[in-house]
């Protein structure tokens, strides 16, 4: 059973930063490329990052450009979420996710459909 855990959510003032990590049971994450999501309340869920298998392919959401990076460790099987300079507007319940194909590389998912396995997800709140 393949099982994503997110941790490193809080409660930061505007203009602070967070690092959020995803590890996976079941699944070796370090073959799949990786994606981060967020929805607030009242909203639908919101491509974020994403990651290929390898590492050295990123893509991000326009919101959150030039403030957040995603990055990866294979050897230690885990996907980052650097996110700085946060905003009021960034508080979200935050998810990671894993693309259904291994070795992944040139293609990026944004849409959460194309998703195969998820997290429970962690909650970040910026206070203004």
């Known amino acids: 059973q393949v099982q994503l855990v997110e941790s490193g959510g809080g409660l930061v003032q505007a203009g602070g930063s967070l690092r959020l990590s995803c590890s996976a049971s079941g699944r070796t994450l370090s073959r799949y490329a990786v994606g981060w999501f967020r929805q607030a309340p009242g909203k639908e869920r919101e491509f974020v990052a994403h990651?290929?298998?390898?590492?050295?392919?990123?893509y991000y959401g326009d919101p959150v450009k030039g403030r957040f990076t995603i990055s990866r460790d294979n050897a230690e099987n885990m996907v980052y979420l650097q996110m700085t300079t946060l905003k009021p507007e960034d508080t979200a319940v935050y998810y990671c996710?894993?693309?259904?194909?291994?070795?992944?590389?040139?293609?990026?998912?944004?849409?959460?459909?194309?998703?195969?396995?998820w997290g429970r997800g962690t909650q970040v709140t910026v206070s203004s």
């Open positions: 990651i290929s298998w390898s590492g050295d392919r990123t």
């Open positions: 996710a894993t693309d259904p194909r291994r070795f992944v590389r040139y293609e990026v998912l944004t849409s959460a459909h194309d998703y195969d396995y």
